[in-house]
């Protein structure tokens, strides 16, 4: 019962990232540093099953939705009992990502149409309680770079420190994301 609840959320973000991609109406964004961008770009992950949308603001600043599922590795102790366990998660963020050097790329030579540069980036994250140890908020800035591979693959790396709330305590710890797949 959990699995099927957690499973329709996460049915759910990806509809939700598709319908919202599909109902834009501009496909091109015209810049005068960078010629034409994209509006927007649909991005899938391989490594942690999920999907993205990437919503251009600016010639350099952009609003990122994603979810994915992953597998999390649990150590805690509650009334001096270790427990260790893996267990399921769906995770959603919506992070806002300045790219700073699209303009120094672009003058380069370099196409940044993927959006093919380094940015900085702010990162409100959720997961969703499959179990009560594993639900939790994460507010996190971070550094990241996002490549594209050929036509359409996608490679995008980040990580930076975390303020992670859960049960109402905080806690200061050091994530990362590795994301490969498409991009469309």
């Known amino acids: 019962m ?50 993205g949308f990437e919503y251009i603001l600016s010639s350099q600043t952009t609003l990122c939705f994603e979810t994915h599922m992953g597998i999390n590795f649990n150590d805690y102790t509650i009334d001096y009992l270790n427990f260790r366990s893996f267990t399921l998660f769906v995770s959603s963020s919506l992070s806002f990502r300045y790219y700073y050097n699209l303009y120094k790329r672009y ?7 993927g959006l093919s540069a380094n940015y900085v980036t702010f990162i409100v994250s959720y997961r969703y309680p499959i179990h009560p140890i594993t639900h939790h908020v994460a507010l996190s800035p971070a550094w990241g770079i996002q490549r594209r591979i050929k036509r359409m693959g996608n490679i995008d790396i980040s990580f930076g420190p975390a303020i992670v709330v859960l049960f109402g305590d905080r806690a200061l710890a050091f994530g990362g994301y590795l994301g490969l797949g498409f991009c469309f």
């Open 2 to 51: 959990f699995v099927a609840r957690y499973l329709f959320v996460f049915l759910f973000n990806i509809l939700l990232i598709c319908s919202v991609g599909n109902a834009q109406d501009e496909e091109v964004v015209e810049s005068k540093k960078y010629g034409q961008l994209k509006k927007y770009f649909i991005k899938t992950n391989v490594i942690a099953p999920g999907a």
């Open 107 to 113: 003058h380069n030579g370099i196409d940044v149409n």
